[in-house]
């Protein structure tokens, strides 16, 4: 069973490619994004108090963004596996993944960093054109991004998890160049 992470900045291309990849393996698409507006159309609590982390361009805490990953792994779309986006954000949120996926008995086959310039970061988020994407909110993001994407790489690298990619080519290089690095196709 493949479980991957997409890791990378804002407009690195993680949502892209772990559509594409999940599209490929025929496994679920988890996006923190989805896990939000879903829960938020609902009405869930949990959902409205994380909205205003969101819109602030923060981080939603921790303990937050666990409970959400919980209920998402819980449900019976994930039981032939997954690619997750927008989570982790911080080691401490890997390091906590590890633990609910061990209570699940599942770990993480690959965490795929996508490596990207600040500038095309900046590019690409401007032109997707989302409601919170104000330059302002992205820089904001890429710095939060900067802050804690040094320690999320170490705890994967240091669980020979991590592979690290250019996300600077094109969609199909780059989506080839995943698949060549971990083999899963």
Same mark, same amino acid.
């Not at 020979?160 to 290089?173: K, Y």
């Given at each position: 069973?493949?479980?991957?992470?997409?890791?990378?900045?804002?407009?690195?291309?993680?949502?892209?490619?772990?559509?594409?990849?999940?599209?490929?393996?025929?496994?679920?698409?988890?996006?923190?994004?989805?896990?939000?507006?879903?829960?938020?159309?609902?009405?869930?609590?949990?959902?409205?108090?994380?909205? %205003?982390? /969101?819109? &602030? +361009?923060?981080?939603?805490?921790?303990?937050?963004?666990?409970? =959400?990953?919980?209920?998402? $792994?819980?449900? %019976?779309? /994930?039981? &032939? +596996?997954?690619?997750?986006?927008?989570?982790?954000?911080?080691? =401490?949120?890997?390091?906590? $993944?590890?633990?609910?996926?061990?209570?699940?008995?599942?770990?993480?086959?690959?965490?795929?960093?996508?490596?990207?310039?600040?500038?095309?970061?900046?590019?690409?988020?401007?032109?997707?054109?989302?409601?919170?994407?104000?330059?302002?909110?992205?820089?904001?993001?890429?710095?939060?991004?900067?802050?804690?994407?040094?320690?999320?790489?170490?705890?994967?690298?240091?669980?020979?998890?991590?592979?690290?990619?250019?996300?600077?080519?094109?969609?199909?290089?780059?989506?080839?160049?995943?698949?060549?690095?971990?083999?899963?196709?």
């Amino acid at each position: 069973m493949i479980r991957l992470i997409m890791l990378g900045g804002p407009g690195s291309g993680k949502g892209t490619q772990g559509i594409k990849i999940a599209k490929d393996l025929d496994i679920t698409m988890i996006s923190t994004g989805d896990i939000f507006r879903n829960a938020m159309a609902t009405g869930d609590e949990l959902a409205i108090k994380a909205r %205003e982390y /969101v819109e &602030k +361009g923060e981080l939603v805490p921790d303990m937050m963004m666990i409970k =959400f990953m919980r209920k998402r $792994l819980l449900q %019976e779309d /994930v039981a &032939k +596996g997954w690619v997750l986006e927008g989570y982790p954000r911080t080691a =401490f949120q890997a390091e906590e $993944l590890d633990f609910l996926l061990e209570e699940f008995e599942q770990k993480i086959t690959y965490a795929i960093y996508l490596n990207v310039s600040e500038e095309t970061m900046i590019k690409r988020s401007l032109l997707r054109g989302k409601v919170d994407d104000e330059l302002e909110v992205i820089k904001k993001r890429i710095e939060l991004f900067k802050q804690r994407t040094t320690p999320i790489l170490e705890y994967y690298e240091y669980k020979h998890t991590l592979i690290s990619i250019s996300g600077e080519n094109s969609i199909e290089e780059v989506e080839k160049e995943i698949f060549r690095q971990t083999n899963i196709i």
